[in-house]
């Protein structure tokens, strides 16, 4: 299939106004001129550094999930271990820094697995999802200040029952748990 992801029916930007600059995310107010000529005055950007999520299957085939409290939907939530692709840092990179620093695994054979946008019509960045099969203990945990998360090593079949009763909800880690289970691990 062809790249159908295009700049076609781009809009001008008649003026930016950064209503917020800080480290994790910028906040911008841009005017706008759609292709037909019409003016958006007031359209919301989030500019935030890309993220990354890690698919990880241990030596003994277990997948390594994280529980962590997630303010903004007030909820304490199952997830892949992710984080933040820092300035300058490959995505692959960032995976394997994130992998280690949240869980304290490593090693293992990785591949990228798809790559997402969290909300493309005002958000800037991407999801990056890298597949590690084979990792193993290597190291202990080495948080952010601000992160709280608990490891747990599971079995597939229980990420896939939380995948399929809908108790995972972060919609980055969904699609490719999707993809994992339903087209990778059967192939």
Known sequence: MENTISKDKSWKVLKSEYISKRPWMTARKDCVELPDGRVNPEYWVLEYPDWVNVIAITKDGEMIMERQYRHGLGMTCYELPCGVVEAGEAPLDAARRELMEETGYSGGKWEKLMTLSANASAMTNLSHTFLAV??????????????????HIVSQSFVKQLLDNNQIMQSL????????FYEIQKS
Do not use: C, H
């Not at 084979?134 to 490891?151: C, I, M, R, S």
């Not at 880690?173 to 994992?180: A, D, E, S």
């Open 173 to 180: 880690m969904v699609g490719p748990l999707y993809k994992y």
């Open 134 to 151: 084979g990792v193993e203990k290597t190291g202990t945990q080495n948080l952010d200040a601000t992160e709280d998360l608990e490891v």
